[in-house]
């Protein structure tokens, strides 16, 4: 976890970090007192999907043109069922033919989110889909916002790009530092013309969900107190940014939540009550205030992300790696830095890929099992190497289970993948929750890869010899990471019929030659290949090449694509 405080005292990190570990999910905060400079920062310059708080940059960048005097605020635009398809917001309920004006559809876009007016408003920010995205993302790169990116329409799923970036966020990316940016320039009404902050300001001070950021403010106890604000939902982000402005203290402040346990859609979702919390002890810090408002944690369910050539899910299990009981005070690494349990040995979370054209087969379902390697974790591991989009390029019929290993650490503990029979407890959870989303049928497991990368090889190891399903694995692919569990590779591969695919940069030559010599036995079911890409790129350089040449057991033809 990033943080830093700066002219301020740690207190309030650990008052978020704490509220952090009590809701769960992936947090991000930054925060500035516009009147001190003071700045607070947790995970502020991680990424997170922006859900609709993408349409602030958005209206940013309309405000820009129009300031430049190259769009018309009173232009009006009549609505087609085009339009309202797929419809989304107030204005799919209006009918053919209604007209508003853009200025209009801007107000709607941002009050009620509505996502048919943002459509409206991207198509007339340039001639092409690749001119719209341009406009806000080159407006947000000339002010100092790098790492926030508009990616597509909203439920625009033919301009919907190939790519990692587009799989793992969505609409759109940003980092709570980069919003934060965007706010300091709109209060002194520098990023665009002081008519069009203006204008921005007064929409954004209408918004219509308040469930966090405002939530819990204390505003009978000042002068005054508004939030211009814009907030984002979707699947299990929640995000809120905005400026508060009062008598006590005025600042701008980013919250983005990620991967949160509750699905519930209400006020009272765990998400949005962690983001109202914190907006409350980030207002107490900055005015010597204190207090807090009530709330509740719930449960959680299976939670679907499209993806051109498939969709991917994310869920807890009570038998995921994590949390475990060797890990219950965190850990401390050879180089001395300490891990607490939270967040790097809190997280039960799963992510399974699963292919456009998947099916059983007459034995079940083929599975392919990744362990991510140290300072990773599953969703960046679904959005850093292609797995996904090697097993779509290269026709397997399998699901690609990324279970959270250690969260961003250096540590290669395999968590309950270490007990005895706790990879087949987990392949099994996995495949009764699918069976549940109506993905398979049964829960037989038919064949199985075991996959690592880096540090990943100890889950990997343990996996194969206290599994059990020994059986059922045909392939292990091990990435840059024979860093150990030689014994647990070599029986495996020496009394069964399976194979090892390896490959190795120069630093673990000495592993695999040594590895080499002892399953010399086992003929040609392995291979060891020594690679001079960088540790970070072996992944994605091998892991097609080994799976174009998987037997015809794992693949599907296109025809069965089509069905």
């Known amino acids: 976890v990033l943080l830093s405080v700066s002219r301020a005292s740690a207190g309030i990190l650990d008052d978020i970090r704490e509220l952090n570990a ?52 009173e232009a009006r635009i009549t609505l087609t069922a085009q339009d309202k398809k797929p419809g989304s917001g107030v204005l799919q309920f209006m009918r053919d033919s209604a007209s508003i004006t853009l200025a209009d559809a801007v107000t709607l876009m941002i009050d009620l989110s509505d996502n048919t007016a943002t459509n409206l408003v991207l198509d007339r920010l340039g001639p ?17 916002m790098r790492n926030t990116k508009l990616l597509n329409r909203v439920f625009a799923w033919e301009t919907k790009q190939k790519t990692p970036e587009a799989m793992r966020f969505g609409l759109g990316v940003a980092t709570p530092a980069d919003m934060v940016l965007l706010l300091e320039q709109l209060h002194p009404r520098t990023l665009v013309d002081s008519s069009g902050c203006d204008k921005m300001m007064a929409i954004l001070k209408e918004q219509f969900y308040n469930s966090m950021i405002p939530r819990f403010l204390p505003a009978g106890e000042c002068k005054f107190l508004s939030v211009a604000h814009k907030t984002g939902s979707v699947n299990e982000v929640r995000v809120d940014v905005g400026l508060v402005l009062s008598d006590r203290a005025t600042f701008a402040i980013a919250i983005f939540v990620d991967k949160s346990p509750d699905h519930l859609w209400d006020a009272d979702n765990s998400a949005t009550l962690l983001g109202a919390r914190v907006a409350r002890a980030v207002w107490n810090h900055f005015t010597g205030m204190t207090g807090e408002g009530r709330g509740r944690v719930n449960t959680a369910d299976v939670d679907w992300t499209q993806f051109p050539g498939g969709r991917w899910a994310i869920f807890r299990s009570p038998v995921a790696p994590f949390p475990h009981s060797a890990r219950t005070n965190g850990y401390v690494g050879g180089d001395g830095t300490r891990y607490p349990w939270f967040p790097h040995y809190a997280d039960s979370s799963i992510v399974v890929f699963v292919p456009e054209g998947f099916h059983e087969t007459p034995e079940g379902a083929n599975v392919i099992v990744h362990f991510h390697g140290h300072m990773n974790d599953n969703v960046q591991t679904l959005e850093q190497y292609a797995i996904p989009q ?23 503990f395999g968590g309950k993948m270490e007990d005895e029979g706790g990879f087949r407890r987990m392949v099994e959870d996995v495949l009764a929750t699918m069976k549940h989303e109506e993905v398979v049928t049964t829960d037989r497991i038919a064949r199985v890869i075991i996959s ?7 889950p990997a190891g343990f996996s194969l010899s206290r599994g059990p399903v020994l059986d059922r694995v045909t392939h292990v692919f091990l990435f840059d990471a024979l860093y150990g569990q030689h014994e647990s590779f070599r029986d495996w591969l020496l009394t069964g019929g399976g194979a090892i695919n390896a490959a190795f940069t120069e630093h673990l030559a000495k592993q695999h030659a040594q590895f080499a010599l002892s399953v010399v036995s086992a003929g040609k079911r392995w291979s060891m290949t020594p690679t001079p890409v960088d540790h970070e790129q072996v992944v994605q350089t091998f892991m097609p090449g080994w799976l174009e040449a998987l037997p015809a057991a794992w693949k599907f033809s296109p025809s069965q694509k089509s069905d």
């Open 128 to 144: 092409t889909h690749e001119t719209r995205l341009s406009a806000v993302n080159d407006f947000l790169a000339a002010h100092g």
């Open 452 to 458: 690592a990368h880096s540090g990943g090889y100890r």
């Open 390 to 412: 090697a097993m779509i390029a290269k026709n397997v019929n399998a699901l690609l289970i990324l279970p959270q290993g250690p969260y961003r650490a250096r540590d290669s």
């Open 22 to 73: 009590r809701y769960g999910g992936r947090l991000g905060v930054a925060a500035k007192n516009l009147a001190t400079g003071e700045t607070i920062a947790y995970n502020a310059d991680e990424r997170f999907p922006t859900a609709s708080a993408i349409k602030l940059p958005i209206m940013a960048a309309y405000f820009d043109l129009v300031g430049k005097g190259k769009l018309d605020p």
